[in-house]
């Protein structure tokens, strides 16, 4: 219980700096370019990817929480609040899923203490979460869009996928950093 209520509040950090600090920071600097909601720059994709390789399936839950509580606090309406939190969070549970299920572990397992190597769990993270920037981005152009597949197809993809990589460069520099408290 205690990795799913820390990852909420991680991800709650996460959203808190996308709204407070990146997505301002994206309209000043990218006033010229209004291609709908997406963010250059994603962070919390990149947790909710880790976080779901960490714990497992079950991280469906802070994410979906997470997801409803922000929607909920900027005042994003009810139909697209429902629609956010949904796909936010399939789209985290469908490559977690494949993953498990082709490596014959238990579906609902994450790699947390199953002595995964720090490159081992940076590539899955990663792949996890490249499907699901893949797929995140084809549902929300989908449902921006009436004419399908977008240039905010694309924005939402490279949102996601900086989102990984900062998620990624964050927690290898922590494990880096317990690692050496450790020794």
């Known amino acids: ?19 407070q600090v990146i997505w301002p920071a994206e309209a000043v600097l990218l006033s010229h370019w209004s291609e709908g909601p997406a963010s250059l720059l994603f962070l919390p994709h990149g947790i909710k990817a880790l976080l779901i390789v960490l714990v497992g399936p079950i991280a469906v839950l802070p994410i979906t929480l997470a997801h409803l509580t922000t929607d909920i606090l900027i005042g994003v309406d009810a139909g697209r609040i429902l ?3 949904f796909v936010s969070s399939v789209v985290m549970l ?5 993953f498990n299920y ?31 920037a893949l797929l995140n981005a084809l549902a929300n152009a989908a ?19 900086l989102g990984i ?11 880096r950093i317990a690692h050496r408290v450790s020794d």
């Open 1 to 19: 219980m205690k990795p799913l209520i820390f990852g909420y509040l991680i991800l709650m950090v996460s959203m808190l700096l996308q709204f």
């Open 165 to 175: 990589f900062v998620a990624l460069l964050l927690w290898s520099l922590l494990s």
């Open 102 to 132: 082709v490596s014959q572990r238990p579906l609902l397992s994450g790699v947390m203490g199953s002595g995964f190597s720090l490159p081992q769990m940076t590539r899955l993270t990663f792949s996890v979460g490249l499907i699901a």
């Open 94 to 98: 469908i490559p977690m899923l494949m």
């Open 83 to 85: 629609f956010s939190a």
């Open 143 to 161: 449902w921006y869009s009436e004419s399908g597949v977008t240039l905010l197809a694309f924005r939402y993809l490279t949102g996601d996928l």
